[in-house]
């Protein structure tokens, strides 16, 4: 087995369990009560209803070192005094992990070419 596969086999088991997550602001947003994806540690999804304008709806993704700072619980709350609806997600009900076969399917994209290029300066 060549240097190259070898190195290709222990990346792609090294990256088994790992899950990407990122946060989709789309028009299935607006319509459910859910990040659709979240990329990072939390997603944080807010509602304002404006007399004028109507709902609007902004999400943003929290980074894995805000980690350090603590959160509101997880789920959804609607303030009263401004009627804004907060959702916060890290895992669960409000936010989708893709699958592992994706992730792989991500590294081996990016490996590939740099595998060739290593068998052809070593050979």
């Not at 190195?7 to 946060?23: D, P």
Request: glycine content about 6%; some cysteine.
């Amino acid at each position: 087995m060549s240097a190259g596969v070898s190195l290709l086999l222990v990346i792609v088991v090294l990256c088994r369990g790992s899950l990407q997550m990122w946060c989709l602001d789309g028009s299935d947003c607006e319509q459910s009560d859910t990040c659709s994806i979240c990329e990072g540690a939390a997603c944080l999804r807010v509602q304002r209803n404006h007399p004028m304008k109507g709902a609007t709806v902004a999400m943003t993704c929290l980074p894995h070192d805000s980690l350090i700072h603590s959160y509101h619980p997880e789920g959804c709350r609607n303030e009263l005094a401004s009627g804004e609806k907060l959702c916060l997600c890290s895992a669960h009900d409000f936010c989708n992990t893709t699958t592992p076969r994706r992730t792989h399917f991500s590294v081996l994209l990016v490996l590939v070419p740099h595998l060739f290029l290593l068998r052809l300066l070593v050979f």
